[in-house]
């Protein structure tokens, strides 16, 4: 996971190749604008312990060239950090979109969910398309048959069918703190955003994935 630290901020990034999220938290203390990437078993760890600490508000974090700490309480977590550069993951993100959909979390992941079901047997896929009021998701198994859920949503402007991992829209879907999100996109081959309704701390990007017609 990638730390930047700027003047009054803090940049989290993580990566897999296929998704990015990037989460901008507000930090009291900044002594010295740096950079560094953590392994992601050493973050689970301070998570592990973060929801086993009561009444925890703040976390000291420190790192040397080598090194990272981790102050929660009375517990501290040292790791070492991966060395080498993150890649330049602002050149992916997409500063455009054709379309976009302003949809209620609840629903849209019901719709997922169930669409999953059927997916599994279809390498996980789900087929995603923006129409005049509503974004239609469609999943096929083979042995079961065709999928489709109609999910009412804010649409600005239709888009082509673009296939995505229906895992890898359900993990945000968890996550994401707004009733509404919003989904932008612009055709089957781009990167496609996910992001809260409100605020622009939180941006989620997922890649497209290319089927056979």
């Known amino acids: 996971i990638y730390f930047k630290f700027e003047k009054g901020f803090l940049n989290l990034v993580a990566t897999d190749s296929y998704r990015l999220a990037e989460k901008k938290i507000v930090v009291a ?17 301070v998570l592990r312990i973060l929801s086993a600490v009561e009444n925890l508000e703040k976390i000291a974090i420190s790192a040397t060239e080598n090194q990272v700490s981790f102050t929660l309480g009375d517990t501290q ?7 080498g550069a993150f890649p330049n993951y602002k050149q992916i993100i997409p500063t455009s979109f054709k379309s976009s959909a302003l949809i209620d979390i609840h629903e849209f992941s019901s719709a997922i969910k169930m669409a999953s079901l059927f997916a599994r047997q279809g390498g996980n896929n789900v087929k ?5 009021l509503e974004i239609v998701i469609t999943s096929i198994a083979d042995q ?7 999910v009412p949503a804010e649409i600005t402007n239709e888009s082509e069918e673009i296939t995505f991992n229906a895992k890898y829209i359900s993990d945000i879907l968890q996550v994401l703190p707004d009733k509404k999100l919003l989904i932008e996109v612009n055709d089957k081959f781009s990167a496609a955003v996910i992001r809260p309704e409100k605020g622009d701390d939180f941006i989620y990007i997922i890649m497209p994935l290319r089927v056979e017609e």
């Open 29 to 45: 203390e900044v002594e010295s604008e740096k950079e560094f990437i953590v392994p992601a078993r050493t973050m689970q760890e």
């Open 144 to 150: 079961v048959g065709d999928n489709v859920s109609r």
């Open 128 to 132: 995603l398309r923006l129409t005049e």
């Open 77 to 83: 977590i040292v790791s070492r950090l991966i060395e």
